[in-house]
């Protein structure tokens, strides 16, 4: 590992796999936990956990019925083109600027063109 965004990163995926498809609390629990911190995933990280969203959902396993409306929240909240970026004005510590979506609340973070 080569620091702890990179550790955020791995611990994130690793979260979706093993909750993508349970039929538990921890569907619902992964997805608002990811989604309140996308500001501190990288851009890869966000396209894995949307693959793998997205390959769950074309074999038809989400979990529980409800459960297709948390992951599709997710993968909305994941996919900057639906969103409505403005900045923050907060950076992160790796100098990326925070923005949030004016429509939904999703966070995210981009490196800052000064």
């Not at 979706?16 to 990280?45: F, H, W």
């Amino acid at each position: 590992m080569n620091g702890p965004d990179e550790a955020i990163d791995n611990l994130s995926w690793m979260a979706v796999r093993y909750a993508l498809g349970r039929m538990s609390y921890a569907p619902s629990m992964c997805a608002q936990a990811i989604k309140d911190n996308l500001y501190a995933l990288s851009e890869s990280t966000k396209a894995f956990i949307a693959r793998d969203i997205t390959e769950h959902r074309s074999r038809g396993d989400l979990g529980m019925d409800f459960d297709e409306r948390t992951w599709a929240d997710l993968l909305e909240a994941i996919e900057p083109e639906t969103h409505n970026w403005v900045k923050t004005g907060v950076q992160t510590p790796s100098g990326f600027a925070i923005s949030a979506c004016v429509d939904c609340g999703a966070m995210t973070a981009r490196e800052d063109p000064k």
